[in-house]
């Protein structure tokens, strides 16, 4: 892969984060605080003020990562999380016209995968899935070394498949500890490297339905690697061994073997799974 420089926005709720990649480093990064009660327009305009501070003539690309769906072809953003007044947006056209070169627009959780497959634990893999595992559960899934993303990068939304009385994220995610026990999870997570036996049990429990949310993925897609980003992979020694233990009621003796489960290691993976965005449109 020729590794040309490209630009990464991160747009979220609070602050919009650019940087300027040169190959696989990112040599500087902008941020401004925003307003998510603005108007459309308003944050449009914060989020081309960032880019013009890191552009330059050597930029190929830009690519922007946004929690909400995307229509991929058209680069239209549709209800963006946070943000109320991104209900449609049609940010690639916008953004082409500003800067008069290519704009990649996807979700946050497909860039969390892309990222990684170019620039962290996935390089040289050839299917993957990233999971990221904070106040929800997002993915994005790499096969055959592309993107997947579904007509309006919705695809793998394996969180919101129904489990139980309600849907996994409810119980997959850092939500868990309070819909549940209704307890903050970063309180469990200080008592649980404190050695607390029923903050460790909690941890276990969250790693029975994390292994269920990860066999539901496998049945679906039977990748090489799972690659776990978000708050909640730091505690990922609470809950390993629970999860690996529903693992081994998989159907699918070869499939588990053959996995790889690994914690991402990305600095500033937003700004990086942005800009790989660009890298996966030149793989065909």
């Known amino acids: 892969m020729n590794y040309t420089n490209t630009i990464g926005i991160d747009l979220g709720g609070t602050n919009i984060r650019g940087g300027l990649v040169n190959g696989k480093q990112i040599v500087q990064i902008e941020s401004q605080r925003i307003n998510s009660q603005?108007?459309?327009?308003?944050?449009?305009?914060?989020?081309f003020n960032?880019?013009?501070k890191i552009i330059n003539e050597t930029v190929t690309a830009i690519g922007i990562g946004v929690p909400g769906l995307v229509n991929e072809e058209n680069g239209i953003v549709f209800d963006v999380l946070n943000i109320p007044s991104w209900?449609?947006?049609p940010l690639k056209q916008l953004t082409e016209e500003r800067f008069g070169i290519p704009v990649l627009i996807n979700n946050d959780a497909n860039c969390f995968a892309v990222g990684e497959y170019y620039f962290g634990k996935g390089v040289e893999g050839e299917s993957m899935v990233g999971l990221t595992i904070g106040t929800g559960l997002g993915s994005g899934i790499i096969?055959?070394?592309k993107l997947y993303s579904g007509r309006t990068c919705g695809a793998g939304e394996f969180g919101m498949i129904d489990y139980l009385d309600h849907y996994i994220e409810y119980y997959a995610s850092g939500q868990f500890f309070k819909n549940v026990y209704n307890i903050d999870g970063e309180i469990i997570f200080e008592?649980?490297?404190?050695?607390?036996?029923?903050?460790?049990?909690?941890?276990e429990e969250l790693g029975g339905h994390l292994g269920n949310a990860v066999k539901t993925i496998l049945y679906a897609l039977e990748v090489d690697k799972i690659i776990l980003g978000g708050s909640v992979r730091h505690a990922y020694a609470f809950f390993?061994?629970?999860l690996w233990n529903r693992l081994k009621t998989f159907a699918y003796r070869r499939t588990i073997d053959n996995l790889k489960i690994e914690i991402s290691e990305l600095?500033?993976?937003?700004?990086l799974g942005a800009a790989a965005l660009h890298y996966d449109s030149?793989?065909?």
């Open 143 to 145: 096969l055959k070394g």
């Open 50 to 52: 960032v880019t013009e």
């Open 267 to 271: 600095e500033n993976s937003g700004i």
């Open 240 to 242: 390993e061994k629970c």
């Open 38 to 47: 603005a108007p459309a327009e308003e944050i449009v305009t914060q989020l």
């Open 282 to 284: 030149l793989h065909k």
């Open 191 to 203: 008592k649980a490297k404190a050695g607390d036996t029923m903050a460790l049990k909690m941890y």
């Open 87 to 89: 209900t449609e947006v």
